[in-house]
Nanobody, 123 residues
Framework: QVQLVESGGGLVQPGGSLRLSCAAS????????MGWYQQAPGKQRELVAT???????NYADSVKGRFTISRDNAKNTVYLQMNSLKPEDTAVYYC?????????????????WGQGTQVTVSS
């Protein structure tokens, strides 16, 4: 019904930048909250940033001032610009979306996750 596909991860040196993208596709009516989460080895998945369809944002304290979340509602895509990266930012990053979609003649609503993209910050 709905898929989220992430891209943009990779290996970067400390102080460097990366931009993650996550595109939603399928029988989408609308998307409310979209977000990014990180999961480091041996740790639980944690919130990085969220953005509502109207543009209001929320960030984890650890990334404030370094990361910027944005979205293109026409493309059903959310982005995460990551600057001044630190080794502790190393993790698998997952996007998340609260999606209203068509299910036959009806509308349904579910939260979807992407497959994850690895970000490694190392010299």
């Amino acid at each position: 019904q709905v898929q989220l596909v992430e891209s943009g991860g990779g290996l970067v040196q400390p102080g460097g930048s990366l931009r993650l993208s996550c595109a939603a596709s399928g029988s989408i009516v609308s998307i409310d909250l979209m977000g990014w989460y990180q999961q480091a080895p041996g740790k639980q998945r944690e919130l990085v940033a969220t953005i509502r369809s109207g543009g209001s944002t929320n960030y984890a304290d650890s990334v404030k001032g370094r990361f910027t979340i944005s979205r293109d509602n026409a493309k059903n895509t959310v982005y995460l610009q990551m600057n001044s990266l630190k080794p502790e930012d190393t993790a698998v990053y997952y996007c998340n979306a609260d999606v209203t979609y068509f299910r036959g003649i009806y509308r349904a609503r579910s939260v979807y996750w992407g497959q994850g993209t690895q970000v490694t910050v190392s010299s």
